[in-house]
């Protein structure tokens, strides 16, 4: 199994959730989140005044998939978050030793299972 997790721009988030529902993930997280990678934050300018964002709202998706599935998802994100622009995000896929459901019990596959 694996934990897919990616940072998204906000505004690509509904193209990014239609695309991995097609892909087959069958349940995620999102969170609302802050950082910066390359661009360190940017600079704007509010009634005349000019200031810097150091950390940019971004959205933070996370998604366990069994083995066979990660590739087809994260294909699907890179797709749909792509903008060509700096600060489209990242994707991290990590192992994912195990997985309980709490309501029913089931463990690993099952319990990630649609």
Do not use: W
Request: no cysteine; proline share 2%.
């Amino acid at each position: 199994m694996k934990m897919i997790t990616a940072v998204v721009k906000p505004s690509r988030l509904d193209a990014v959730l239609e695309a991995v529902t097609e892909a087959g993930a069958s349940g995620l997280t999102v969170t609302e989140v802050r950082g910066y990678g390359r661009q360190k934050g940017k600079t704007e300018i509010y009634r005349g005044a000019e200031y810097e964002v150091k950390l940019l709202p971004k959205v933070k998706l996370e998604i366990a998939v069994a083995d066979d599935g990660a590739e087809a998802i994260v294909a699907a994100i890179q797709l749909a978050a792509n903008t060509g622009k700096i600060g489209d995000g990242k994707v991290f896929v990590q192992d994912l030793e195990a997985v309980l459901r709490i309501r029913t019990g089931e463990r690993d596959a099952e319990a990630i299972a649609g």
